[in-house]
């Protein structure tokens, strides 16, 4: 039997040797609600755990200079939703991160586990890539930047380089007249995997799209980033006709499988439905409605 080793560095220097020169063998533990399944289940047999949690930064929700906010990679979901600011600025994506399993998970899991877990299906990250967020990882060649969208690789697998760990999301300062919204489909009313995620960060002056972000997600390999939705929105007023070319976009970018969730058909369909109300959602937020 394998000898487990649990490490709780204190900080990420201390976090980022560890889990380096333990290669393939280590994983990190920040909430632990797929880890400790995949463990149980025998799908994992780490030999290292590198526990994340009493590194300050991994942990801290931070409003930057310039108004956005740094969230740590370990964040829970139920410290987000607690946190007196961050829901006001970013109501799609606290909601999307609260869609992660139960009340009893949410007071574990985290965004940063959700994104490395590489599921497409994972609730946060079409909000995040709606949002524009870029996360900061740091290896041992040091830290560098990435956009949310372009972390996952595929199902289970993201870009980040041996040895590196997602440290924190920054989001960005929001305009006057900007807000989000994240809505996904399933088939039971809670607890459960999204057939279809969506996304909407918007701005609006004057009743009309000024900027416009959209994430979708359970329907490719990886949460897609779908540029032509966002511009059938923009420069319009939120009507039919723009509606209905975003939410063909969407339906167009859709790559899906059929599954015991959802047929390729019915997942297509529901993207560009999503699109529309998750839309609406956002637009009465922008306009304060």
């Known amino acids: 039997m394998t000898e487990l080793r649990y490490l709780a560095p204190e900080t990420l220097d201390e976090a980022v040797g560890a889990f380096a020169k333990a290669g393939s063998a280590a994983r990190i533990l920040a909430g632990g609600t797929d880890l400790l399944v995949q463990m149980r289940s025998g799908v994992l047999k780490p030999g290292v755990i590198v526990d994340i949690k009493k590194i300050p930064e991994m942990t801290a929700i931070e409003q930057t200079a310039d108004g956005g906010f740094r969230v740590g ?3 829970s979901g139920m410290a987000l939703a607690e946190h007196g600011k961050f829901g006001k600025v970013w109501p799609g994506v606290l909601e999307a991160v609260n869609l992660i399993g139960s009340k009893q998970v949410q007071g574990r899991a985290s965004a940063g586990g959700n ?4 599921s497409p299906a994972g609730d946060s990250v079409p909000a995040m890539v709606a949002a524009g967020a870029v996360v900061t990882v740091q290896g041992p060649n040091g830290r560098r930047e990435m956009k949310v969208e372009d972390v996952p690789a595929g199902p289970g697998r993201t870009n980040l380089k041996p040895g590196e760990i997602l440290v924190s999301f920054t989001l960005p300062p929001r305009s006057p007249g900007s807000s989000d919204a994240y809505l996904r489909m399933i088939p039971r009313t809670e607890m459960d995997i999204a ?7 918007l ?4 009743g009309t799209v000024t900027s416009a972000r959209v994430g979708l997600g359970a329907v490719a390999p990886t949460v897609l980033l779908v540029e032509d939705a966002a511009k059938a929105l923009i420069g319009s007023k939120l009507d039919d006709a723009a509606l209905a070319k975003a939410a063909a976009a969407c339906s167009a970018a859709c790559r899906p499988i059929d599954d015991k969730r959802g047929t390729i058909a019915y997942r297509t369909k529901v993207a560009g439905v999503l699109l529309k109300r998750t839309a609406g959602i956002a637009a009465k937020r922008a306009q304060g409605k």
């Open 203 to 206: 701005t609006i002056k004057d």
């Open 73 to 75: 990679a370990a964040v």
């Open 195 to 201: 057939v279809v995620g969506v996304g909407v960060s």
């Open 115 to 118: 994104l490395c877990n590489g």
